[in-house]
Antibody, heavy 128, light 106 residues
């Protein structure tokens, strides 16, 4: 069964750092682009970042560029989001999500950018 | 950054009725448009990608259409479990962006 399980959320003071993890199981993790998407309380979805299947390219939302870093360890089937210089507006549920199509099934990009498997989310609260 | 505008904000309908949700892009995105459903307290669920391709396991009462800047998600005959917020998302370039959502009340 395909699963994504996020961890690492919690309460953190503004300006501090936090690292989220997403453990994948039930599929060949190294074949898929992976994403982080967040949702502030009562708000809509906001895409945060993508990393290609092989880690060769990463792209970010303007709101987190320079503060957040997405990475992956394909040997551990784990996705990460290192968040630094956190702000109150970063308070949200953070979801990791998988591309619907493995990168081996198409050409031209290392991520397909339509998200079919989502974790349950981990809450991050930035507050003093 | 491509802006996606969804309308209406809320749609109140009865079971068995047809729902038509709109998503408009600020520039042409070909057919690089994705639709998700999010029920309260749950993670989003992929419904449609590439404007009209139904994801695995999605009932055929859900259909998508459109290209360029104007897209539509149609639910042909509403079921009570279709009560949710529906989001569109483009995958034309980075950064990916989502629309603000349409809440469907049944």
């Amino acid at each position: 069964q395909v699963h994504l399980v996020e961890s690492g959320g919690g309460v953190v003071q503004p300006g501090r750092s936090l690292r989220l993890s997403c453990a994948a199981s039930g599929f060949t993790f190294s074949s898929y682009g992976m994403h982080w998407v967040r949702q502030a309380p009562g708000k809509g979805l906001e895409w945060v970042a993508v990393i290609w299947y092989d880690g060769s390219n990463k792209y970010y939302a303007d709101s987190v560029k320079g503060r957040f870093t997405i990475s992956r360890d394909n040997s551990k089937s784990t996705l990460y989001l290192q968040m630094s210089y956190l702000r109150a507006e970063d308070t949200a549920v953070y979801y990791c999500a998988r591309d619907v199509i493995p990168s081996t099934d198409y050409s031209g990009s290392g991520s397909y950018d339509a998200l079919d498997i989502w974790g349950q989310g981990t809450m991050v609260i930035v507050s003093s | 950054e491509i802006v996606l505008t969804q309308s209406p904000a809320t749609l109140s309908l009865s079971p068995g009725e047809r729902a038509t949700l709109s998503c408009r892009a600020s520039q042409s995105i070909s057919t690089y448009l994705v639709w998700y459903q999010q029920r309260p307290g749950q993670a989003p669920r992929l419904l449609i990608y590439d404007a009209s391709r139904r994801a695995t396991g999605i009932p055929d009462r859900f259909s998508g259409s459109g290209s360029g800047t104007d897209f539509t998600l149609t639910i042909s005959s509403l079921e009570p479990e279709d009560s949710a917020v529906y989001y569109c998302q483009h995958r034309s370039n980075w950064p990916l962006t989502f629309g603000g959502g349409t809440k469907v009340e049944i």
